[in-house]
């Protein structure tokens, strides 16, 4: 893992075409602005585990939680 320091309206460039700005640090909470292109899908990490458990429902959890879109 890759671990960088970044101070308020600095940046990272990923590949070429993804551009994460540190937003705001407020306390404990940093957000983040990510630029990435229509193609790539950006979510926060609980609710890709949601899309990911729809697509492979198990057997003890018949129904999946389904995530809010307006949520990613």
């Not at 070429?16 to 950006?42: F, Q, Y």
């Not at 429902?57 to 879109?69: C, G, I, K, L, M």
Request: cysteine-free; proline content about 8%; aromatic content about 2%.
């Amino acid at each position: 893992m890759l671990v960088l320091s970044r101070k308020k309206n600095e940046s990272i460039i990923i590949n070429d075409n993804i551009t994460i700005t540190v937003i705001e640090i407020r306390g404990d909470k940093v957000r983040l602005g990510i630029d990435a292109p229509k193609d790539v899908s950006v979510h926060r990490r609980e609710v890709y585990e949601a899309i990911q458990s729809q697509s492979k429902p198990s057997e003890s959890n018949p129904s999946p939680v389904r995530p809010d879109p307006g949520l990613s």
